[in-house]
């Protein structure tokens, strides 16, 4: 098989997996301990968590504070609810993801900020004079596309509102720029499921909206798992140690799909754009059937979240395509452990059964 949906998940890295592997359990059996106990199993694993900490802050910007969720979903729900009290408008970019959308229609009041064709939020528009919180996305997950979010963080400074972004596309794989709050999660770069973080700047208080333990920083109740934040460090210190390297690969499989697909059309920029993920179209494709008879190339119909629905992607509606444009549309997402070759089967493969549709 040949997996070409890195936006949906990545495989783990291999140092990732045997840094876990000491807290699953351990040669000696003393993995296991839980990191909020007093006595020295317990103490054991806290060391291990807080190195893993030190090393997913390390891709953040300087200051502040990483808080581990169980998810990016999580983080945002924390940002979002935790900052409710302050009152007013929530404004996010159409082309956010659920988690983002989904929290902010929920908590009240909320703005859609429209993006241009090629996928860009654009920072000359207006959100609400009451704007609390700006959510705007640093990579988009269907389309790849780069928001000008530095932009997006002065603009939210004017207004005297704050700036969230979700960074789950960008972070190890990009420079992660300035926010009040981003939300990242450990399984987009080859860390484990179960696992993400909120960054918090320094001199923001959030409000608690997960009551029990209070176990992160009274914020976010709940054991912490010492194997999941060990995978999650390991996986940072990684994408850190090779970030050059990782996306001088892209580019080069970047290169060739873009001639291998370049019959296709591309959605969203072409330039501000991570190209780790190539989101083409064909009219008239069928892309149900199109994935049944290439079921041993792994790639995507829209984000994982929207599969299945049967709704045309709002993202892809968001930029202006029709809902025949939209259903025509595929996702391939390549990266760290992909090779030119299983780009060029994968190619043979989805080009051979679009010519069977007659396209």
């Known amino acids: 098989m040949i997996y070409l949906d890195y936006q949906a998940t990545t495989p783990l890295a291999p140092e990732a997996r045997d840094a876990m592997l000491r807290w ?99 920072v000359k528009q207006d959100p609400p004079s009451d704007t609390r919180l700006i959510c705007v996305m640093q990579v988009n997950n269907e389309i790849g596309t780069i928001q000008p979010t530095l932009d997006w963080h002065r603009r939210a400074k004017e207004m005297n509102a704050l700036y969230l972004c979700d960074a789950v596309q960008a972070y190890g794989k990009m420079e992660v720029t300035g926010a009040d709050m981003i939300a990242i999660s450990a399984h987009k770069f080859h860390g484990p499921k ?20 209070g176990q992160e920083f009274g914020l976010r109740s709940g054991t912490l798992s ?21 996306a001088e690969h892209i580019e080069q499989l970047w290169s060739r799909a873009r001639e291998l697909f370049s019959d296709w059309t591309l959605n969203g920029s072409e330039d501000a754009r991570w190209h780790g993920n190539l989101n083409i179209r064909r009219e008239g494709l069928d892309v149900a059937r199109l994935m049944s008879d290439c079921r041993n190339v792994m790639f995507s119909a829209g984000s994982a979240c929207a599969s299945g629905s049967g709704r045309p992607s709002h993202v892809l509606k968001a930029i202006g395509l029709s809902d025949e444009e939209a259903k025509s549309s595929i996702r391939l997402g390549f990266g760290r452990y992909t090779t030119m070759e ?9 080009n051979t059964a679009a010519k069977e549709q007659g396209l």
Do not use: Y
Not at 197 to 205: C, I, N, Q
Not at 342 to 350: D, F, G, L, R, S
């Open 24 to 122: 699953l359990d351990g040669p000696d059996g003393t993995g296991f301990g839980n990191p909020h106990s007093a006595h020295r199993m317990g103490r054991q694993a806290a060391a291990a968590v807080e190195l893993a900490r030190d090393r997913v802050a390390a891709l953040f910007p300087a200051g502040g504070k990483v808080i581990f969720t169980g998810s990016a979903t999580e983080a945002i729900n924390l940002a979002i609810r935790g900052t409710a009290s302050r009152g007013g408008t929530v404004s996010v970019s159409a082309i956010e993801h659920a988690a983002v959308l989904d929290t902010a229609k929920s908590c009240g009041k909320w703005h859609e900020l429209n993006v241009a064709q090629d996928g860009q939020c654009n």
């Open 194 to 213: 179960g696992i993400g973080a909120l960054w918090v700047r320094d001199g923001l208080e959030l409000e608690e909206v997960q009551t029990g333990g």
């Open 226 to 246: 010492p194997a999941l934040c060990a995978g999650f460090g390991a996986a940072a210190k990684e994408a850190k140690d090779r970030m050059a390297q990782d």
């Open 342 to 350: 299983q780009i060029e089967e994968a190619a043979q493969a989805i």
